[in-house]
């Protein structure tokens, strides 16, 4: 089945690429800037469409990858030529097939196919994309097919419903929002010191034994720091240091050490304490 990309950005360039390597039928690329097209069609050693209207009837698959406030924009320029029995696929983390409203009665399948994976440039993006699980979600009819053909690329695909506001959140806490913690530890060791760079240097070696822990043991068994040891007066003392802005965000990550430490450990009075601490309620929890 020949492949199509509406949109000639990061996502689109390195899936071209990746799929094309990996054996997949990749027509070509559509975009309203041609130079984009340009840069994708050679890049990918593929076609590049001026003519819309040629790129949809070449495709049996179309990936819109505009940006998400653009999807329905995109799907109603397509639409404007036949797509029937085409399988239309957006590549959003946020929004599930259903963007794609009107595409059954168009005779076309909507699917959202996306990978959990931070692709930062359109050059060198796909190097590690073999490493990226995709979840996908859409019409029964094709399920199976756009599944396998991920699947093909030696990738894994884990279906999921359509809550893809919950989805992209597990994401966004995973990715940017461990930058922006990340970001405000830095900020407290520039204050006894260290300069940016250097925080980030001294701290690499922590978060990656932290990770990898993870990827090898699980959460309850990589479990490190005060919370776990029950170490009360340490974490007193993180209290009185921190900014008041920050300490909502302390306590509620402290919280969730404290639930994943009483699984390893059981409650005890010292675990009871720190609950006490960091505003708990065992009540609620037991």
């Not at 797509?83 to 794609?100: A, D, P, Q, R």
Request: with cysteine; aromatic share 10%.
């Amino acid at each position: 089945m020949k492949i199509g990309f509406f949109g000639a950005g990061k996502v689109a360039v390195s899936l071209g690429k990746y799929f094309k390597i990996n054996g997949l039928d990749i027509a070509g690329f559509y975009s309203k800037t041609f130079a984009s097209t340009e840069f994708a069609r050679d890049f990918t050693e593929t076609n590049g469409y001026s003519d819309l209207e040629s790129f949809v009837l070449d495709c049996d698959i179309i990936f819109i990858t505009t940006n998400d406030d653009e999807l329905v924009n995109g799907f109603n320029e397509i639409s404007n030529f036949s797509l029937e029995n085409k399988i239309i696929v957006n590549t959003s983390g946020s929004y599930s097939s259903s963007i794609f409203s009107n595409a059954r009665e168009l005779g076309a399948f909507p699917y959202s196919l996306h990978p959990i994976y931070p692709f930062s440039d359109k050059e060198t993006s796909y190097k590690n994309l073999g490493q990226a699980v995709f979840t996908l979600e859409g019409s029964d009819e094709k399920l199976l097919l756009v599944k396998n053909l991920v699947e093909s690329c030696g990738n894994k695909v884990i279906l999921i419903d359509g809550d893809k506001k919950t989805y992209h959140l597990a994401c966004a806490m995973a990715s940017n929002l461990v930058l922006s913690l990340l970001s405000v530890s830095s900020k407290y060791l520039q204050r006894v010191g260290f300069s940016e760079k250097d925080s980030i240097e001294a701290l690499r070696p922590l978060i990656e034994s932290n990770v990898k822990s993870i990827f090898d043991k699980g959460f309850v068994n990589s479990l490190t720091g005060p919370v776990v040891r029950g170490d009360v007066d340490t974490i007193e003392g993180h209290l009185s240091k921190l900014d008041e802005e920050d300490k909502d965000v302390y306590k509620r990550l402290s919280l969730e050490l404290l639930e994943l430490s009483m699984k390893r450990n059981g409650l005890n009075s010292k675990y009871e304490k720190i609950d006490s601490i960091l505003g708990g309620n065992e009540d609620e929890k037991h």
